[in-house]
């Protein structure tokens, strides 16, 4: 899986605009949770980006970066959770999940809801 790294806040308006194109996919880890762990490495074994067509994934250390985090679930009008994967379309979130509701099933579900 070829995560792009979400470490500045200035990528979210990038996010936004990117989300026009395509969807996105912005998922927010917490390195101090296992159940953080579990579901990115669940996440990562069962990923296959032929089956998300276009679908463009961010990743985000929320421990590192904790405003960029807190800036996600105002700008998307979230709950802030740990972890969190939310899809971005047209600028506005169109699904979120967390915990072990993160699933790759349930983000090609969504995905191709899209189209």
């Not at 500045?8 to 953080?36: F, G, M, W």
């Not at 169109?94 to 509701?101: E, I, T």
Request: overall charge negative.
């Amino acid at each position: 899986m070829n995560w792009n790294t979400l470490n500045d806040s200035a990528q979210l308006e990038e996010i936004k605009k990117e989300s026009h194109n395509y969807p996105v996919l912005i998922l927010k880890h917490s390195t101090r949770c296992s159940i953080s762990s579990a579901t990115l490495g669940r996440l990562e074994r069962s990923w296959k980006q032929e089956e998300v067509g276009d679908l463009k994934p961010y990743f985000l250390d929320l421990i590192a970066y904790r405003p960029i985090s807190n800036q996600i679930a105002e700008d998307f009008g979230v709950w802030h959770e740990s972890p969190q994967a939310l899809i971005i379309r047209n600028g506005e979130s169109v699904y979120d999940a967390s915990h072990f509701d993160i699933s790759f099933d349930g983000i090609k579900a969504q995905v191709a809801a899209l189209v």
